[in-house]
């Protein structure tokens, strides 16, 4: 089976520019996330969907990121200026979705972003 | 506030001897427990879970310990080998979504 895909790997910008990053879960994961990983650090949920509603955005700085999911699939995290903290990697997770919780969440290889 | 501590010192371990890993927790109440590996460049990868109720699972050489009492779980790999060599995360879950904490990770070198 096809795991977690994300786009780009790499990007280097700016501060103040705008980045966006793309992520397509497993096929029939109705749950996504999206983490947010600083060298050093464990990953940090910044947003959770399931289907394409928002269960969890609390750790989400929303006066420059922004998340969405459109038809429960795909999803595309952007960040809108980049500061220089926002250097680190974005992961991108999916699971099954059954209620309950406790369900292995399957990893994409992240996107590794460098602010200058 | 929440939080999950690990080792943040490398394990440094011979092949073939057991490598124990600790995550302690405070100011919460996790439902269950999950350990995950991160190699580097790469996304973390699942590997057990545990759950409130059990105190231990074992899954080939992996075997994981869960005290809710002492809010600790153990990490065990016996006949460690230099493949095993990686990060490893373990990550707390209490709500019925799935939302995961993560600690920061403990990395494990296995020389031959």
């Known amino acids: 089976e096809a795991g977690v895909a994300q786009s780009p790997r790499y990007k280097i910008i700016e501060k103040r520019q705008s980045v966006a990053f793309w992520c397509n879960p497993i096929?029939?994961?109705?749950?996504l996330y999206w983490y947010q990983q600083i060298l050093g650090q464990g990953p940090k949920l910044l947003i959770q969907?399931?289907?394409?509603?928002?269960?969890?955005d609390s750790q989400l700085p929303k006066d420059r990121f922004s998340a969405e999911r459109l038809k429960g699939v795909d999803s595309t995290l952007k960040i809108q200026p980049a500061k220089l903290e926002d250097s680190a990697v974005y992961l991108c997770?999916?699971?099954?979705?059954?209620?309950?919780?406790?369900?292995?969440?399957?990893f994409g290889p992240g996107t590794r972003l460098l602010v200058l | 506030s929440q939080k999950i501590e690990q080792n943040s010192e490398a394990l440094n371990i011979q092949e073939g001897k057991t490598a124990t890993l600790t995550c302690n927790y405070t100011?919460?109440?996790?439902?269950?427990l999950q350990w995950y590996r991160q190699d580097p460049g790469r996304g973390p990868v699942f590997l057990l879970l545990i759950r409130e109720n059990e105190k231990e699972k074992r899954k080939e050489r992996l075997k994981v310990t869960f005290d809710t009492t002492l809010k600790q779980s153990l990490f065990h790999i016996t006949a460690s080998q230099p493949a095993d060599s990686a990060t490893y995360l373990c990550a707390l879950g209490s709500d019925s979504w799935g939302k995961l904490q993560f600690g920061a990770g403990t990395q494990v070198v296995v020389t031959p």
């Open positions: 100011n919460y109440s996790p439902a269950y």
């Open positions: 969907f399931q289907n394409n509603g928002v269960v969890d």
């Open positions: 096929s029939g994961h109705a749950t």
């Open positions: 997770a999916s699971s099954f979705g059954r209620t309950g919780g406790k369900e292995t969440q399957y």
